[in-house]
């Protein structure tokens, strides 16, 4: 099948390529203006006897907001997930913890309702231990705290 667009198509192509060109061109730019920037810092690290660690320091709470913010965005960049994924590993994130807590579980007792006849209060067990049931084995002993089964 023959195509009568294709001169079109042709133009259309070398349109794209021409704007990549222009945007190679303009990163070039950058890298170059970047490079000076770079050489500058190294002159007034030398001039002043500053430190990369002083700079973060000195910056670090603008740095801490300003990656917040780069968290906040639909479209996080790479580093952000890298910083994440460091997070979890040295267990600075509430996931990671949330896996420790789960391999810990306590005693596990019955399905059903727990009265405590010291105090009179009733506690229904669906699934895992509630808060005031781990509370009374801790206090009383699971052994104990069985026996308060009511149904």
Partial sequence: MLDPDLDKKIQEHEAKIEELRKQKEAQA???EGFEQYQEEVRKLFD???ISEYDIFTARSKAIIEWV???GKKAD???????LQ???ARVGGVKGARKKAAK???GPKLAIGTYENPNTGE???KKRRN?????VWIEEHGIDTVQGWLVD
């Fill in 85 to 87: 994924a460091y997070f």
């Fill in 130 to 134: 509630p808060k005031p049931l781990d």
């Fill in 122 to 124: 009733r506690v229904e």
């Fill in 29 to 31: 730019k950058r890298m």
């Fill in 68 to 70: 917040k913010a780069q």
């Fill in 76 to 82: 996080k960049p790479e580093f952000y997930e890298e």
């Fill in 103 to 105: 391999a810990s579980t």
């Fill in 47 to 49: 001039e002043y006897g």
